[in-house]
């Protein structure tokens, strides 16, 4: 299936990176390392489905493609990969990336269980040489989520005491029926895996470790093998508390996240992606100059989504840097999943302590039974 570049020699201060897997979301990968050509330049394309290859490295005139990632890694050496393949792939895919001296951009859930994503971080190259695994948590790169943060960590905010973090997607019958989804052994998890995980990530990444989490999950209305819903109690180190809700049936669909800080209400409405007039604030009784000053001064104008990643993760792998977000960033995120799974199967509170190597929901998200 190799075919040999046509093109004009590669510019050779760009990065030269691969995608893997040619589906729905790989379109969203090559458009935004296009948008950036001065730094990356889309050298070769993988898909065991060559009807899927060919359509797209023709649309996106990709000049390499392979049906196999070993030979593609072995002959294109690319300094990147992207693998943006279904989610059962991901850990064999990322140690063969990390072998052969690539580093690797994975789409969520980049694992499948704490056991894989703790032998990816284990395959990883020396800081700052690298190579390494970036987890692709989009939300975390948009201007507002960075706003908040720079707010929370100087303290503008105060303490943050409460939150709300909702994912109220809707996904029919037909969208489980694809054979990977909804399966325990190929997505890892119904919603709480592959749809709350990214307010779930963005949560963290704002406010921080959590200590330990009380959960329910149900099956409700799809055939399905995982839970569609999930609920959770979530406590944090610095002790502020959240209310969680994973659910892929509900018609009126909404991402949602609320922290109640101190000194003001930090709201965050949108489905898919934000911007910054996503984003309010409403500021304590006393306090409203202040923070609506120290509001406006912070850093605006991008949006969330897989540019905005992209171009943290070039700048990164060229500056010798450690990867937005790395294999400790989306682990904790990751055990917060294995938590509430953990919790929901055992009807009990279960502590960040407890999901350690040789546990049952350290090894499976499931924990190797059928919970539900
Ligand atoms: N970040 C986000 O917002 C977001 C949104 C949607 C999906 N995703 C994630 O992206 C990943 C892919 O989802 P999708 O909807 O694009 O899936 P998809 O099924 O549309 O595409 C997957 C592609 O991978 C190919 N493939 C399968 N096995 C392969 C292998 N061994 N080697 C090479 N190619 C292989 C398939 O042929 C297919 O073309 C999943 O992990 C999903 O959770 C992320």
């Known amino acids: 299936m190799h075919e040999p570049d046509q093109t004009a020699p590669e510019a050779p201060d760009r990065l030269r990176v691969a995608v893997v897997g040619t589906g729905n979301i790989a379109r969203f990968h090559v458009e935004a390392l ?7 330049s889309l050298v070769a394309a993988v898909d065991v489905d060559p009807d899927n290859l060919a359509l797209f490295t023709d649309r996106y005139g990709i000049p390499q493609r392979y049906g196999d990632l070993d030979r593609m890694l072995c002959e294109v050496r690319p300094d990147l990969v992207h693998l943006c393949t279904p989610p059962g792939m991901h850990h064999g895919q990322v140690l ?9 951009v994975v789409e969520k859930p980049p694992a499948l269980s704490l056991a894989e994503m703790e032998e990816m971080a284990a395959a990883e190259g020396p800081i700052g040489q690298g190579p390494w695994v970036a987890t692709v948590f989009q939300h975390r790169f948009g201007s507002g989520a960075r706003r908040v943060r720079a707010l929370a960590e100087s303290g503008e905010l105060g303490r943050p005491l409460v939150a709300v973090c909702h994912t109220h997607w809707f996904r029919d019958q037909a969208y489980f029926d694809v054979p990977w989804r909804g399966r325990w052994d190929t997505e890892g998890g119904g919603p709480t ?5 990214h307010q779930m990530d963005l949560l963290l990444a704002l406010l921080g470790d959590w200590t330990e989490v009380s959960a329910t999950a149900r099956r409700q209305a799809r055939v399905m093998e995982t839970e569609d819903v999930s609920i959770g109690h979530i406590c944090f180190a610095n002790g502020a508390v959240a209310a969680v809700v994973n659910s892929v049936l509900s018609p009126r669909e909404e991402s949602y996240i609320r922290i109640d800080f101190e000194r003001a209400t930090v ?3 949108h489905l898919y992606g934000y911007g910054d007039d996503d984003w309010t604030i409403t500021p304590a009784p006393g306090f409203e100059e202040r923070v609506k000053a120290a509001w ?8 969330s989504g897989h540019a905005a990643q992209v171009a943290h993760v070039l700048s990164a792998l060229r500056a010798k840097e450690a990867p937005p977000v790395s294999a400790t960033d989306a682990l904790r ?5 294995a938590g509430i799974y953990a919790s929901a199967a055992q009807h009990r ?3 960040v302590g407890e999901l350690r190597r040789g546990t049952r929901y350290y090894e499976r998200m499931h924990g190797g039974g059928s919970p539900w």
């Not at 995120?333 to 999943?337: A, D």
């Open 96 to 104: 063969a990336c990390l072998r052969s001296g690539a580093s690797a």
């Open 333 to 337: 995120t990751m055990r917060l999943v």
């Open 296 to 303: 406006e001064a912070g850093e605006s104008g991008v949006n």
């Open 193 to 197: 895996m592959g749809h709350g995980i």
């Open 349 to 351: 509170t279960v502590t």
């Open 34 to 40: 296009q948008s950036m050509p001065e730094s990356a």
């Open 267 to 269: 709201e965050l409405r």
